[in-house]
């Protein structure tokens, strides 16, 4: 008897077993068709799939050729066009092929010609007189003049612009003066040895009058730079074409006149994983960001080439806001410091491409201090232990937190997931880890990018946070420690230090013109932050870029930008 | 005809019924949230915006207005088909969506596709044989019982890293859409090929298959020609959940392969507090939902005549 | 779902029903073992926040049997303390779903006709979309969390049990037995503990045990998107969205915890498909 509940229609197990040796076989066999078939479509597929590049133009003698497309894959997405106004790295890095600067950065402290060709500065520091490039012209035909400079510089600082951060790097801009039309008088409020190289970056690219001059809606970025500006699919893309008639490469440069590439393709790709596959897969030829985690294989991989570049400025360091709760006490601070095994994590986190730092300052940058290091309280639990005991907080409670007073040493440490990138959340949770070890606490509340702006960034409502600042200049010290500087008023203190004696070093040092002095004050506050623990420092930021071998005449300026001038793609 | 058209009004006055309700909730929604959309639509942490440009971003976005003309305003923008503006991305809401929908759609036809064949076959070849189908029956289980992203990132993991057959960024060609669909088809295939074998069995137990046979038709001509159109009033039931799975599956499988997509796009808008294009998402889903249970009560009329002659 | 007809030997109906019993009887222990991990994780391993960078991304070996993640954290400690959110998300929303939904159906079925009417339209409208959805939106209001993804998939999986039990309530009102308590002149109250509320359980139970899979899955969906217990709370979809990030370099780290959800998800439907053979068989014989 059958179990089946189709009594009504069950027909008994006689015939049912000669239905079975009637049974065709056709449907096994239609079954094993559509099977091959399916396979060999997948095949097809597969087969036809690939990348599409445009074969370059073959030159001979094996040198520089030119046409092909390259496309860079990078994390992050750019957020506005207009290099004044948005503040990301990836939109300085993208705009450096737009926009020319006034000057170049050749080292931590030399700059050279470029769309001026000489300047001057006045004995009192507070005007330069620039002498311009001539027969260079924007991607939208108008001549490049005094003009356009007075306008650039004006347009950064007007407050209809918005501007935060390259209005922060020019803030004692006061006006400027066409001499003529190829001489301009740029006057400042008071001296500021930084002002040279806040000319040099690409925030501070010279654009064009009558770009600048239509509505705020129709703005296109134009500059003089090696490629033009073709179009921006936000979130996917930004494209950009060769600008046939460049004439104002800085000194230095791989060759005169135009790029070799025709086009130029930024493609924003915030997975990690996915980039890396798209490199070792061919469906990009550059990647920015190569995970640390398969940085190693590269070099078993042929075909690719892995290029390390430390990135100058501030190091990515974690932040303790010294006005607030446990934080308050230096002991704390130092204890915090002394609990986390910073190399041990670097290093492992990182397969040794980071750099363990030490400083509040990367190495690369002019003004380091090695010295500094002394200061830091370097890893050791016990005396992480023994500091928190001084300080009061000598209880703990049954998770081995410490208490004082009847209270957690908690300390708060928003997560915003959306700037996550480097795997800093895994360093993060390690850091979380080996900070319970000594006994304390550190939330990680979660947060969207209005709740960190609003309730944290500018309402203070954290403990710990953490930041990285490129810039090739030691006065990003300012930027970070000056009392005046708070996140509110577009600057970089987000340990809310108020010191006096920073704030004397760090100005003094931006208006000296004696290197020796500047040195000293920058190499006090290293010092001094390091003593106070204002910041645990975590790495350097290092810019691992990959290529893929068929991408030659790739070069890195002083500010770690990658230069696609001269490149060019060969077999 | 007049019970059917009586029956459409009905369902259509319940569509309109369930669209308002879900805007409300979507609504009610983005007003429970603490916390200052306009500083999102200011530009994030990178963008310091000043108190005046921040008011002047509540003015145009309406915030500042009380809750109940802000809803009755919305309303009016839903029934217009003005989905509002993103406020993460700057853009209208309707743009955002129009754009992300075709690979959307892309990748859940083919998923379907894919799913309803591999089913089909399956239950084909498997019916009525015992051994065949409990080995069906065991591979069936697993896969539903396997969450799709996790078959995602093996077979990421198996067929992009590792053998390089399909390429690791998930947009262009039919090449991208191949491990996705899979991905997305066979927890869902699993659930269909039980459900098609069950109705072919029970079909081919009707007399009407004995009467058939005794005609001198071959096994396979019974199956394809008789019997499947008995199996397929359950997959025709089951159509409206496989189609939830599918649009739901998406907003994983689609993280998983870094696809661009709607998924990507509500994952995105609910980390970021996005509400427009939440709300743009669940009224649209909402109404796509309604729409296709309709045309599936429809289709049921026209397969079975029974149903039909049932209503009326 | 039909248990296969038997054909060929007597001897075999015996063994394949010997080895479904063998089946259950393995799923069930499992099961078990999975809830004692989630209530008492200690008795199985210790340290899951073990942070050893030195030995990070290893395969298994000697003192970590499932090898070690991003942090050199061991993941069989991650596992295993990570069935407690896993479950919590999981187990957690189905019952307070069912809890809710119960409520629900009964309001709906025994409330009156408006409130009958309003309850089930409300129940339409959520159902009108996939269980994801509504759970998105629910965490985009409420912010990611254990909390609020337990609240999330709550209230996607509530309608469905609502309109279950209102089904199964108005089967019971009409029932003789129930007609007759009112005419004995019995509270409603006491009508509905004592005669509606018992009948309705079992059903419920069995759905809901059922369910328990779509919920495991739906709330690893959630976490794995981030929109779950934050780290460092180990969990199974959440460690599945980590692994993504490694695949390159160590595909075992995505292999264990999604084994772990499957294998959860298969147990708990066999336990379920075997409670509702075995009612369903009470009831018709």
């Known amino acids: 008897m059958s179990l089946s509940d189709d009594t009504a229609t ?261 997975e990690d994983a996915t980039r890396w596959g798209a490199l070792t897969s061919g469906q990009v030829q550059a990647i920015a960001g190569v995970p640390p985690v398969n940085a190693g294989k590269l070099r078993s991989l042929p075909g690719f080439a892995l290029n390390s570049q430390e990135t100058p400025g501030l190091n990515y360091n974690l932040y303790l806001n010294q006005t607030r709760g446990p934080l308050r006490d230096v002991r704390v601070r130092r204890a915090l410091s002394a609990a986390v095994n910073v190399e041990e994590l670097v290093r492992n986190i990182y397969f040794g491409h980071f750099p363990v730092a030490r400083n509040p300052l990367s190495r690369t940058t002019a003004s380091y201090d090695p010295t500094a290091e002394s200061e830091l309280a370097s890893y050791d639990p016990d005396a992480a232990r023994r500091l928190l005991d001084e300080a009061g907080w000598t209880k703990t409670d049954a998770d081995g937190y410490r208490v004082k007073d009847g209270k957690t ?7 915003w997931a959306e700037g996550n990138k480097e795997q800093r959340d895994v360093l993060a949770e390690g850091i979380q880890a080996q900070a319970k070890q000594v006994g304390i606490k550190i939330e990680r509340p979660a947060v ?21 600042f490129a810039r090739p200049t030691p006065d990003v010290l300012r930027f970070a420690f000056a009392s005046g500087n708070t996140y509110a008023k577009a600057g970089g203190n987000v340990a809310l230090v108020d ?73 | 005809m007049a019970p059917l058209a009586i029956r459409l009004a009905r369902r259509l006055a319940l569509t309109l019924f369930v669209l308002w309700g879900a805007a409300t909730l979507a609504f009610a929604g983005m007003r429970l949230v603490p916390g200052d959309p306009a500083r999102i639509i200011a530009g994030g942490v990178q963008a310091n915006a000043t108190p005046e440009v921040l008011d002047a ?16 305003l919305f309303l009016g923008r839903l029934l217009r088909a003005d989905l509002g503006g993103s406020y993460q991305l700057g853009r209208p809401v309707s743009s955002v969506i129009g754009e992300q929908l075709g690979s959307t759609l892309s990748l859940a036809t083919g998923a379907a596709v894919l799913g309803f064949c591999l089913a ?193 | ?48 926040d073990q942070v050893n960078p030195a030995l990070a991304l290893r395969d298994p070996m000697p003192g970590h049997p499932l090898g070690t993640d991003q942090l050199g954290r061991d993941v069989l400690a991650r596992l295993v303390f990570g069935a407690r959110p ?66 999330a998939i709550t209230v996607a999986l509530a309608p469905g049990f609502a309109r279950v039990v209102r089904a199964q309530a108005l089967v019971v009102r009409g029932s003789a037995y129930v007609r007759a308590a009112v005419n004995l002149g019995l509270t409603p109250g006491r009508i509905l503990l004592r005669h509606i509320a018992p009948n309705v359980v079992a059903p419920l139970l069995i759905l809901a045990t059922i369910n328990v899979g779509t919920a495991l899955i739906a709330g690893a969906s959630l976490c794995f998107l981030g929109l779950g217990p934050q780290p460092p709370a180990p969990e199974w979809g959440a460690m599945l969205a980590q692994a993504r990030d490694y695949l390159d370099a160590s595909w075992t780290l995505a292999l264990f915890p999604g084994a772990a959800i499957t294998l959860t998800v298969m147990s708990a439907t066999v336990v379920g498909r075997a409670l509702q053979a075995r009612y369903e068989g009470r009831e018709a014989g």
Request: contains cysteine.
């Open chain 1, 10 to 270: 069950r027909v008994d197990d006689g015939p049912v077993r000669k239905r079975r040796s009637l049974r065709s076989r056709r449907p096994a066999v239609l079954g094993a068709v559509l099977a091959v078939i399916a396979v060999a479509a997948v095949v097809l597929v597969v087969s036809a799939g690939g990348g599409d590049e445009r074969p370059a133009v073959r030159a001979a003698g094996g040198g520089p050729v030119a046409g092909g497309t390259l496309t860079y894959a990078l994390a992050g997405t750019q957020v506005s066009l207009d290099p004044a106004v948005a503040a990301t790295a990836v939109t300085g890095l993208i705009d450096r092929n737009i926009f020319d600067s006034l000057v170049a950065q050749t080292g931590p402290d030399t700059f050279a010609p470029w769309l001026a060709t000489k300047w001057t500065v006045s004995g009192d520091g507070k005007t330069y007189t620039f002498t311009l490039r001539e027969g260079v012209t924007f991607h939208d035909g108008t001549p490049f003049t005094a003009e356009a400079v007075k306008a650039s510089l004006d347009h950064v600082v007007d407050p209809a612009t918005k501007s935060a951060y390259a209005a922060s790097l020019i803030a004692p801009y006061e006006k400027s003066r066409v001499v003529s039309d190829h001489v301009v008088e740029v006057t400042l409020k008071r001296p500021f040895t930084p002002f040279l190289q806040a000319l040099s970056v690409p925030y501070l690219g010279i654009q064009s009058p009558a770009a600048l001059a239509k509505p705020v809606a129709d703005y296109r970025p134009v500059g003089t730079g090696p490629f033009s500006y073709v179009s921006w699919e936000k979130d996917k893309r930004v494209t950009l074409r060769k600008n046939a008639g460049y004439a104002s490469p800085p000194a230095g440069a791989s060759h005169e006149g135009a790029a070799y590439l025709d086009t130029l393709v930024f493609e924003f790709v915030p």
């Open chain 1, 409 to 415: 040493l908690t300390l708060v440490w928003p997560y």
């Open chain 1, 448 to 468: 969207d990018t209005g709740a960190f702006v609003a309730k944290y960034l500018i309402g203070g409502g954290y403990d710990l946070v953490d930041v990285s």
């Open chain 1, 499 to 571: 010191s006096p004696q920073i704030d004397r070093w760090v100005e003094e040092a931006a208006e000296t013109s004696d290197p020796a002095t500047a040195d000293k004050d920058y190499a006090a506050v290293q010092r001094e932050v390091l003593r106070q623990a204002y910041v645990l420092p975590l790495y350097t930021p290092v810019q691992l870029t990959a290529f893929s071998a068929k991408v030659r005449g790739v070069a890195f300026d002083a500010q770690t930008y990658p230069v696609f001038h001269g490149a060019w793609l060969g077999d």
């Open chain 2, 57 to 72: 971003i509540r003015d145009q976005y309406g915030l500042r207005e009380p809750v109940g003309v802000q809803y009755v």
């Open chain 2, 120 to 312: 089909v076959a399956l239950a084909l070849l498997t019916a009525g044989r015992p051994r065949a189908r409990a080995i069906s029956r065991v591979l069936e289980f697993c896969s539903i019982s396997t969450p799709n992203f996790w078959i995602g990132i093996l077979l990421l993991a198996a067929f992009s890293f590792r053998l390089r057959w399909f390429p690791v960024l998930g947009d262009e060609g039919a090449a991208a859409l191949v491990l996705p669909c899979a991905a997305l088809a066979l927890p869902i295939a699993g659930v269909l090929a039980q459900v098609t074998r069950e109705g072919l069995e029970r079909a081919l137990d009707q007399p009407f298959a004995l009467t058939a046979r005794s005609r001198g038709a071959t096994e396979n001509r019974i199956r394809a020609r008789h019997a499947l159109r008995h199996a397929a009033l359950p997959v025709l039931t089951l159509s409206g959940w496989v189609l939830g799975e599918l649009l739901a599956g998406t907003v994983v499988v689609e993280t998983v392969f870094a696809r661009q997509g709607l998924g990507h796009v509500v994952v995105a808008a609910v980390r970021g507090r996005d509400f427009p294009v939440v709300t743009g998402v669940v009224v649209l889903s909402a109404l796509t939902f309604s729409l296709i249970n309709i045309g599936l009560d429809l289709l049921y009329g026209l397969v079975d005549p029974r149903v039909r002659e049932a209503a009326a």
């Open chain 3, 1 to 48: 779902m039909t248990a296969p007809a038997s054909y060929g030997p007597a001897a075999l109906p015996r063994l394949r029903v010997g080895a479904a019993q063998a089946g259950v009887a393995l799923a069930a222990a499992f099961f078990a073992l999975v809830c004692l991990a989630a209530l008492a994780p200690g008795l199985f391993a210790h340290g899951p």
């Open chain 3, 86 to 151: 896993s479950l919590l998300v999981g187990v957690g929303s189905t019952l307070l779903a069912g809890l809710a939904g119960s409520a629900w159906g009964l309001l709906a079925a025994l409330g009156g006709r408006l409130v009958g009417e309003a309850a089930m339209r409300l129940a339409d409208v959520l159902l009108s979309f996939p269980a994801i959805l509504m759970a998105l939106l629910v965490v985009a209001v409420l912010g990611p969390g254990t909390r609020n993804a337990v609240l």
